[in-house]
Every structure is written in C-alpha cells, then in structure tokens.
C-alpha cells in the first residue's frame, strides 16, 4: 500500500473517531441541558407535596406516553432542601399497586411494589446524602431504624403511585388507592 493510501486511510479513521466521540457527548449532554425536565412539567400539573392524579389514558389524550388504560396513577412532587420526605400509601389486597421514586430529570432510583406493604401500608422517608449521615449519626448504635430510607441524588424529585384495575368496574377502587399517596416534609 502506498503511502498516499495509509495517510487517506488514517485521516478516515480519525475523522470516523471523532465524529463518533462528538456524537456521544452530544447526546450524554442533551439531558444536562434540557429546559423542561420531568420535575418542570409535572409542576404545572400540581403543588410540591400535594397528591395529584395523572388523568386516564385514552387513545389520542396520552398526557404521558406509555400510560395503560388499566392502570390508574398519582404523583407527588418533593424537595429536600427543608428536610428529609416521608412518603405513605395504603394498598389494597385486590390488586398490584406500585411506587417509584424519581430524581428530578425522571430516572428511577427505588421502586416498590404492594408486596413491600407492612400492615397494608407502604412507607419510606426520601433523604440527600447529608441527610442521611445526620440521621445515621443520631441512631442508637445497638438498634437499627425502623425507617426505610431512600437516597435520592437531586433535592428535587417526585413519587408515581399506579394501581392496577384488573376489571373496568374496579378502576375507582384502584383511583382511591392512588390517591391514599402523600408525601409530608419533615424537621430533620
């Protein structure tokens, strides 16, 4: 191979690799850049700690995409910079019901499920790391906390309560149920 042929060839590469590495920057930053994230458009839908019900799916009025028609569901939003966030639901024995905690861009950090209910209850108390080292440093060392404590990596965050309706008659159970969420800011 000519030298001319290598040198073209290694221009190639090098202009293929950078492109590429361009490229992923670019779409590993869109998110860092985003204006309106997951936090910002659940805002104008209802206050920071209030419960608020996401409106049925129904063919062509998805307020969010993905949404089951079978599923009904309620967010509340958080933030922590008052302090750590409990968060209480009640689930029924009739049916699945879940809860996902989520950052302020949207990305899950712990989930639960009606399984995890103790008494017919789910909750946990959603912290910042500093908030958790205080907590930890007032624990007695020879009884551990009853708390289940959820480390979320924004000040900023919400919960998504579903609940799943398995017969069309059973949706307003399951809407009570979504609705049993809250979300309360405690003293730390």
């Given at each position: 191979?000519?030298?001319a042929l290598r040198f073209l060839a290694a221009v190639v590469v090098g202009a293929a690799l950078i492109a590429g590495a361009?490229?992923?920057?670019?779409?590993?930053?869109?998110?860092?850049?985003?204006?309106?994230?997951?936090?910002?458009?659940?805002?104008?839908?209802?206050?920071?700690?209030?419960?608020?019900?996401?409106?049925?799916?129904?063919?062509?009025?998805?307020?969010?995409?993905?949404?089951?028609?079978?599923?009904?569901?309620?967010?509340?939003?958080?933030?922590?910079?008052?302090?750590?966030?409990?968060?209480?639901?009640?689930?029924?024995?009739?049916?699945?019901?879940?809860?996902?905690?989520?950052?302020?861009?949207?990305?899950?950090?712990?989930?639960?499920?009606?399984?995890?209910?103790?008494?017919?209850?789910?909750?946990?108390?959603?912290?910042?790391?500093?908030?958790?080292?205080?907590?930890?440093?007032?624990?007695?060392?020879?009884?551990?906390?009853?708390?289940?404590?959820?480390?979320?990596?924004?000040?900023?965050?919400?919960?998504?309560?579903?609940?799943?309706?398995?017969?069309?008659?059973?949706?307003?159970?399951?809407?009570?149920?979504?609705?049993?969420?809250?979300?309360?800011?405690?003293?730390?």
């Amino acid at each position: 191979m000519s030298a001319a042929l290598r040198f073209l060839a290694a221009v190639v590469v090098g202009a293929a690799l950078i492109a590429g590495a361009v490229h992923i920057v670019a779409i590993l930053l869109v998110p860092v850049y985003a204006q309106r994230d997951a936090f910002a458009r659940l805002s104008a839908l209802g206050e920071l700690n209030a419960t608020v019900p996401l409106p049925r799916a129904a063919p062509g009025e998805e307020t969010f995409p993905f949404l089951d028609p079978a599923l009904t569901a309620s967010f509340c939003r958080f933030n922590l910079a008052g302090g750590p966030v409990r968060v209480r639901a009640s689930v029924g024995d009739e049916s699945f019901a879940a809860l996902s905690f989520h950052t302020q861009r949207g990305a899950v950090f712990y989930a639960l499920t009606d399984k995890a209910a103790s008494h017919g209850a789910i909750e946990a108390l959603v912290v910042s790391p500093e908030q958790l080292r205080v907590l930890e440093s007032r624990d007695p060392d020879d009884e551990p906390s009853r708390d289940l404590r959820l480390v979320s990596a924004t000040a900023n965050g919400f919960v998504l309560m579903r609940a799943f309706s398995d017969q069309p008659s059973l949706y307003r159970g399951a809407e009570k149920v979504v609705m049993s969420l809250s979300c309360t800011p405690e003293p730390l």
